[in-house]
């Protein structure tokens, strides 16, 4: 069966975007990686794309306004014959003309068992609140920040003595484990939109090792 073609949009170290390369090398594993594009040319996850042998293109957000961005973006993701969009780490907010140029062809992750803790400080916040499970979620993306159904998730759990740092990265962790899990779901067809409900067989949590 043909491979989902697929991108993913970073901006920073990329670590999500090379677990989801590695993922991706496996023989049966229904998506390709084609194309890594950054919203900064310092993106770390850059170079760690070109060393995986993927094209990888930097984009400097400074030099366009936000839709001048995602406009230079999108034209590389259709000359590429790009099928799918992963967000792992883009920093930036997405006007409508992205997400609905992409509605239910993309899909993001971030760091707070959803609908608790949109936006930023999502560890901070988990242990201000007292939380005993914290972890990630991927959603299709909607207009709202860090808002559309809901794919899959990973728990943590929190531990005495978790400062942000250390919380952050167990769920890191989870993230590595949960996005290949996701990406595969939804580019096998095992995950499908209908109305504002992901449809799969697969369980919405995952209990990462
Ligand atoms: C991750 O925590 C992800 O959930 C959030 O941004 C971070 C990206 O990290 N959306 P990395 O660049 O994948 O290491």
């Known amino acids: 069966m043909a491979k989902v073609r697929t991108a993913i949009l970073i901006s920073g170290g990329g670590s999500n975007m090379a677990a989801l390369i590695a993922a991706a090398r496996e023989n049966d594993y229904p998506a390709e990686i084609v194309l890594v594009a950054a919203s900064n040319p310092g993106a770390g996850g850059l170079g760690k794309a070109q060393a995986a042998g993927v094209r990888a293109l930097p984009f400097d957000h400074k030099s366009f306004?936000?839709?001048?961005?995602?406009?230079?973006?999108?034209?590389?993701?259709?000359?590429?014959?790009?099928?799918?969009?992963?967000?792992?780490?883009?920093?930036?907010?997405?006007?409508?003309?992205?997400?609905?140029?992409?509605?239910?062809?993309?899909?993001?992750?971030?760091?707070?068992?959803?609908p608790a803790y949109k936006g930023l400080h999502t560890h901070q916040r988990a242990l201000d609140a007292g939380d005993k499970v914290h972890g990630c979620t991927v959603h299709y993306v909607r207009q709202e920040m860090d808002d559309g159904p809901i794919i899959a998730q990973?728990?943590?759990?929190?531990?005495?003595?978790?400062?942000?740092?250390?919380?952050?990265?167990?769920?890191?962790?989870?993230?590595?484990?949960?996005?290949?899990?996701a990406l595969k779901l939804v580019a096998s067809?095992?995950?499908?939109?209908?109305?504002?409900?992901?449809?799969?067989?697969?369980?919405?949590?995952?209990?990462p090792n």
């Not at 759990?157 to 167990?170: E, K, M, N, T």
């Open 65 to 114: 306004d936000r839709e001048g961005l995602e406009r230079a973006v999108n034209a590389e993701l259709e000359k590429a014959g790009v099928e799918l969009v992963c967000l792992a780490g883009w920093m930036r907010l997405l006007s409508p003309y992205f997400v609905d140029a992409w509605r239910n062809r993309m899909i993001n992750i971030h760091p707070s068992l959803l």
């Open 154 to 181: 990973a728990e943590v759990p929190v531990l005495p003595g978790d400062d942000a740092h250390i919380l952050a990265a167990r769920v890191l962790q989870a993230e590595h484990q949960l996005y290949p899990h």
């Open 189 to 207: 067809g095992r995950a499908r939109v209908e109305g504002e409900r992901v449809i799969t067989d697969a369980p919405i949590l995952l209990k």
